[in-house]
């Protein structure tokens, strides 16, 4: 089955500093590639999210890059703001047009210090 | 749109007793529901998968006699977990997809299980 690696496992930067999360896996049927982003208690968001068919996805300060060759992707979030700490998780699922299951990575936490 | 809710949110049980989690898509079809359970600290595992009107499908290791999944309707699927004992303490959150996307699954609120 799919297997997910994510690093760091935490991560703390500066306010007005950016932030990369990077993310491997294992399956390269692998297809589709979201982000999650989960505060203390509550339900994962999801931030941006990517298929392989795009290689970059930009959302206003969040970004993901695939690289499918090397089956990698990352989160680049800039400009943090001390809102954006919480815990960040990359997942990685085979779309075959039917709901497909989500492998997650082990999470980032990330702490934005002013 | 794409809302999933959790009943309780919360819930404190005795060890050796049962209970039932419930989740419900409120504005959409659910074709497919999924279980995760997720440890302090730690990242989210999928429990099981349910399709409406199917068995679930577990995944390796998880005791299907004692986490009952039931899919009864295209808006509600439910999590009983029998015999409760302390280390099945966890956070259960659950996620539906269906008729809003194929591929996209929206997630409910968490229950936070404690068995004393």
């Known amino acids: 089955g799919e297997n997910v690696e994510q690093h760091p496992s935490t991560l703390s930067v500066q306010e007005g500093d950016s932030a990369v999360i990077k993310c491997t896996y294992s399956d390269s049927a692998s297809n589709y590639f979201p982000w999650y982003k989960q505060e203390l208690g509550k339900r994962p968001q999801l931030i941006i999210d990517?298929?392989?068919?795009?290689g970059e996805k930009k959302d206003q300060r969040i970004a993901v890059t695939l690289n499918k060759t090397a089956k990698h992707f990352s989160l680049h979030i800039t400009e943090t703001q001390p809102e954006d700490s919480a815990v960040y998780f990359c997942a990685a699922s085979l779309d075959t047009g039917t709901a497909s299951k989500l492998t997650f990575g082990t999470g980032t936490r990330l702490q934005v210090t002013l | 749109g794409a809302v999933v809710s959790q009943h309780p949110s919360w819930v404190i049980c005795k060890s050796g007793t049962s209970v039932k989690i419930e989740c419900r898509s409120l504005?959409?079809?659910?074709?497919?529901m999924f279980w995760y359970r997720q440890f302090p600290k730690q990242s989210l595992m999928l429990m099981a998968t349910s399709n409406e009107g199917s068995k679930a499908t577990y995944e390796q290791g998880v005791e299907k006699d004692k986490f009952l999944i039931n899919h009864a309707s295209l808006t509600l699927s439910t999590l009983t977990v029998t015999s409760a004992h302390p280390e099945d303490s966890s956070f259960y959150i659950c996620?539906?997809?269906?008729?809003?996307?194929?591929?996209?699954?929206?997630f409910g609120p968490g229950t936070r299980l404690t068995v004393t």
């Open positions: 996620s539906a997809s269906g008729s809003y996307s194929s591929y996209e699954q929206y």
């Open positions: 504005d959409f079809q659910a074709t497919t």
């Open positions: 990517i298929r392989s068919n795009v």
